[in-house]
């Protein structure tokens, strides 16, 4: 590529890159997801819908995970003594039981919640409203009487697996109504990678690698040509 080629597509990359900045706002903002695994034990969870499988068909004994992805520069997050909770800033969230995975991304209301009062009755949950009927809604939770204890945090990387006791997962969506009590095994937050402005920096510095290096090559092909 020529020169002259080659600065109008490192100027076109410098537009993508800072446009994607611009789209993602506040770029040192923290998206974090809470994931939960586990076993649907519930003799009475059918998936209705066939959502995920046979309309139905039973869903005792199927493995479930949940992945609740929200954005803290969308909304505060407000601190107690026992409990930390941010309300609006979901992103999306990933159901998967039996195999099959369904994506959500559209919310009218999200909360997600840090709960430990100490004695290790704690819990982590994760709930959304898909619009303003009160009946369309998606809600995910470990429960009480936890072995150990979550912190509070909402920003702060963590992982606990174990017996951390049972849970109960619900979704309503219009096609499906599934209200699933769950042995939980795994509980995690940790920041959801890589984010956009990551990628508009990344281009960022591989076009600059990429305009010095073909710069370098035409100064080596000017001293040989000399």
Known sequence: MSEKGLKMFLRYVFGCALAAIAFCGNAQAAIMEVTYSGNIYNSFSNDVGGTFGAAGASLEGKAISVAFRYDTSL??????????????????????????????????TSLVQNYNDGQKHTNVQA???????????????????????????????????????????????????LFTPTHVTSVQIAAAVPEP?????????????????????????????A
Do not use: C
């Not at 979901?90 to 991304?105: F, M, R, W």
């Not at 369309?136 to 429960?143: A, P, Q, V």
């Open 197 to 225: 402005s990551t990628w508009a920096l990344m281009i960022l510095g591989f076009a600059g690698v990429g305009f010095v290096a073909a710069r370098k090559r035409k100064n080596q092909g000017v001293g040989l040509a």
């Open 127 to 177: 709930e959304a409203n898909f619009d303003n009927s009160g009946i369309h809604y998606l809600t995910m939770s470990s429960t009480d009487n936890v072995t150990g204890a979550f912190p509070l945090s909402l920003t702060t990387a963590y992982n606990f697996t174990g017996p951390l006791g049972n849970g109960f997962f619900r979704l309503e969506n219009g096609t499906q109504a």
């Open 75 to 108: 909304a505060p997050i407000t601190s107690g003594p026992q409990n930390n909770q941010i309300s609006g800033a979901a992103v999306s969230v990933g159901i998967t039981i039996n195999g099959i995975t369904k994506l959500y991304n559209t919310f009218y």
